[in-house]
């Protein structure tokens, strides 16, 4: 299994706690992670700040040789797909191939209405973008991209969401399904449902898609900065390193293949915390 980190922690209250980031990001690369996650809020709200996904992980291609780069998600239908595709080839292109996108429909209706784009009919709307982004990555339609992508048809799509439609959405476009704060029994549920759907679809259930997600993780030894409503980080209130690998190995068996970490640290004591990640979580999933 795959372990990826988020390059600031949790919901940052101040701008200033992202002026650090690019400096997480090697640290990140030199102690092993496989990828970093950026997600996707335009406005300032109950989640902090948070900085666009797509320049944060262009300044970390730069910033990095080795490390992937995801987003955790990006909210599709607030985009323009055109400019989506081409913004990601870009990224893509330039990073070697390194990009992952990982889209989801988003749930907060003020950044809908800010950004002049109808909240209701996203789901429909998303579908439809991850079609014509496909068709411009792939040279399919009727226009070329500015640049085309460097991986071969396009970089792996993630598609969030935990309802029908947007599981048949990652069957139909998705490299992978990505979930949040489910462990391994909720895990198998999804997957027992994509294998259903995927065979109403046509779909090989032997090979239906990758299970992704992203979770929660306050390291022994540190607080929480901000707590997360209603989701149970790893290892619970009080975690040990044996349990953490505990649930992980059981996410592993249950079929996930990445795990992405949020970890709602203070910034200051944030590099630590990865540190005992490395230390503590990642060779037991690595084979390193």
Not at 49 to 77: C, E, F, K, Y
Not at 180 to 196: N, Q, Y
Request: glycine share 12%; hydrophobic share 45%.
């Amino acid at each position: 299994m795959r372990l990826g980190v988020a390059p600031h922690r949790l919901w940052p209250a101040h701008e200033d706690e992202l002026d650090g980031v690019l400096e997480t990001a090697r640290t990140a690369e030199e102690l092993g992670f496989d990828h970093l996650i950026a997600s996707s809020h335009l406005l300032a709200g109950a989640v902090g700040v948070t900085p666009d996904p797509l320049v944060l992980l262009s300044a970390v291609a730069g910033a990095t040789t080795r490390i992937r780069l995801v987003t955790s998600v990006l909210i599709l239908p607030l985009y323009q797909p055109v400019v989506v595709a081409h913004q990601t080839a870009t990224l893509d292109r330039l990073s070697g191939g390194r990009f992952t996108l990982g889209v989801g429909t988003g749930w907060d209706t003020a950044e809908f209405a800010a950004a002049g784009v109808p909240f209701i009919g996203r789901g429909k709307r998303a579908d439809e973008q991850l079609d014509a982004v496909r068709k411009l990555w792939r040279d399919e339609a009727e226009v070329r991209l500015g640049v085309r992508p460097r991986t071969p048809g396009g970089p792996p799509v993630w598609v969030g969401g935990h309802s029908d439609a947007a599981l048949r959405r990652a069957l139909r476009y998705g490299a992978a399904w990505h979930g949040s704060g489910l462990d391994a029994a909720g895990l198998s549920e999804v997957r027992g449902r994509l294998v259903e759907l995927g065979e109403k679809a046509g779909r090989d259930p032997a090979n239906v898609l990758e299970l992704t997600e992203g979770l929660m993780l306050v390291p022994p030894g540190f607080e929480a900065a901000v707590q997360p409503p209603g989701r149970r980080p790893l290892g619970g209130a009080h975690p040990t390193a044996e349990r953490v690998r505990e649930e992980l190995g059981q996410l592993a068996e249950a079929g996930l293949t990445a795990c992405s970490l949020w970890l709602p640290v203070a910034t200051e004591a944030l590099p630590d915390a990865l540190g005992w990640v490395a230390e503590e979580i990642l060779p037991a999933f690595s084979g390193e």
